[in-house]
């Protein structure tokens, strides 16, 4: 089992920046690609990016590439989402998650494991 505890989220003003975190515990040789995903209210839970456990490939969701930055720190064993110039739609629940195995997905279904999200609201 893979424990997740994301931590950051909070208010901010639009255009303003924010970085969760995300830490990993248990069998951490489960979470080989790590993953965040938000979900607003109403909508479905939609992929935001993911990193590879050596950090050295990244995927992002549709247009979020530029604006937010995946990165993990394998001996803290923990992921970290930094979110610059963050707009009103940009809130929602920010969850972590996470997935044995190389094959990199924006499926949420694949992710065998979720922290229990964190809220990030940003204001007009």
């Known amino acids: 089992q893979v424990q997740l505890v994301e931590s950051g989220g909070g208010l901010v003003q639009a255009g303003g920046s924010l970085r969760i975190s995300c830490a990993a515990s248990g069998r951490t040789s489960s979470s080989s690609m790590m993953g965040w995903f938000r979900q607003a209210p109403g909508k479905e839970r939609r992929f935001v990016a993911a990193?590879?456990?050596?950090?050295?490939?990244?995927y992002y969701g549709d247009s979020l590439k530029g604006r937010f930055t995946i990165s993990r720190d394998n001996a803290k064993n923990t992921v970290y989402l930094q979110m610059n110039s963050l707009k009103p739609e940009d809130t929602a629940v920010y969850y972590c998650?996470?997935?044995?195995?190389?094959?990199?997905?924006?499926?949420?279904?694949?992710?065998?494991?979720w922290g229990q999200g964190t809220q990030v609201t940003v204001s007009s």
């Open positions: 998650a996470a997935k044995s195995g190389l094959v990199p997905t924006t499926a949420p279904d694949l992710y065998g494991y």
């Open positions: 990193i590879s456990r050596s950090g050295g490939s990244t």
